[in-house]
């Protein structure tokens, strides 16, 4: 191992191990895991991809933890809330387990609007809450927990008896249900613009998840018809904005910056960008779709 390569850890120590943090389903789906130990291996960084729930790993024994695709999290949210905290209090997370505790919860959307962001119109409805929806156009039913269109379904005006079962169904489970109205111009594309330590690297646009309407199909492709994306300067305005809420929302603790962050962009119906979602966790960060993505993702984990 080439350490004198490697980047600064805690205390001023050089990074010379680091655990990419996986699960079951991520070690099946996520395609660039193997590619980024490849990668972090020849820089010089001890790199492993480890299942966050294997038991008794010892993460103290690393320098830095990067949460990576820990992708069934979203049915055992309380578990890997109470991981990020141990492991946090250990060694260096990323992201920081404060940070992954606020963007766990899609609620995070109202934060954003409240402090100026544009954002898709939310409206959260949590258990035991009167279910009232919008009465006109096309809405999105979908857990406040999420990741790649779970539960999630699109209704038309005809569907509203289906959309409030949806939600009712969704508050019988404990989970809270946010109702979005569905971006017409979503057949534009959904964009996506990534930020590797602290500065845009990439972006890609993909296509529409919810296609049809008045049905869950949690066997949707999370990213259709992806290609590369060049953001305008409203798109990259809009991303840094809802990423400078962090310092505020969250404390000095979330880091600064954070090692990754992916920021999902819809257009409104007058073509200004508005925040679908900000990615912090665990996101796809379609690093080989780009030229020279995985390098740089590879040197912010060296200069950690």
Do not use: C
């Not at 600064?8 to 895991?33: C, K, Y």
């Not at 010089?44 to 038991?55: N, Q, S």
């Not at 993460?59 to 990576?68: E, G, K, L, Y």
Request: no cysteine; aromatic share 6%.
């Amino acid at each position: 191992m080439v350490g004198a390569r490697a980047g600064s850890g805690p205390h001023g120590r050089p990074v010379r191990r680091v655990a990419l943090a996986t699960d079951g389903f991520g070690r099946e789906q996520d395609a660039e895991l193997p590619l980024l130990v490849a990668a972090l291996r020849e820089r010089g960084i001890d790199a492993a991809a480890v299942g966050w729930d294997e038991a008794g790993y010892d993460w103290s024994a690393q320098d830095a933890v990067i949460i990576r695709s820990t992708w069934e999290y979203t049915g055992r949210l309380a578990e890997f809330l109470a991981w990020a905290d141990r492991v946090g209090a250990v060694t260096a997370l990323h992201s920081p387990a404060r940070v992954v505790r606020w963007n766990s919860d899609k609620t995070y959307l109202a934060e954003l609007a409240a402090r100026g962001v544009p954002t898709v119109p939310t409206r959260f409805i949590a258990p035991g809450e009167d279910v009232r929806l919008p009465e006109r156009g096309e809405i999105v039913v979908k857990p406040s927990v999420s990741a790649g269109a779970r539960n999630s379904a699109r209704y038309t005006e005809e569907q509203r008896d289906a959309a409030e079962a949806h939600v009712r169904l969704l508050q019988g489970s404990g989970e809270t249900a946010m109702v979005q109205p569905y971006m017409e111009r979503i057949v534009d594309g959904e964009r996506a613009l990534v930020f590797l330590g602290g500065e845009f690297s990439h972006a890609m646009r993909k296509g529409p998840v919810l296609t049809d309407t008045g049905r869950v199909d949690n066997e949707r492709v999370p990213h259709p018809d992806l290609v590369v994306h060049v953001p305008d300067e409203a798109e990259r305005a809009v991303a840094e904005a809802a990423l400078a809420v962090l310092g505020t929302a969250v404390g000095p603790a979330a880091g600064n910056p954070l090692l990754y962050a992916r920021v999902d962009l819809a257009l409104a119906g007058d073509g200004s960008p508005v925040v679908m979602e900000l990615e912090l966790i665990e996101p796809n960060l379609f690093l080989t779709t780009a030229e020279g993505a995985v390098q740089r993702f590879v040197e912010a984990v060296a200069r950690l």
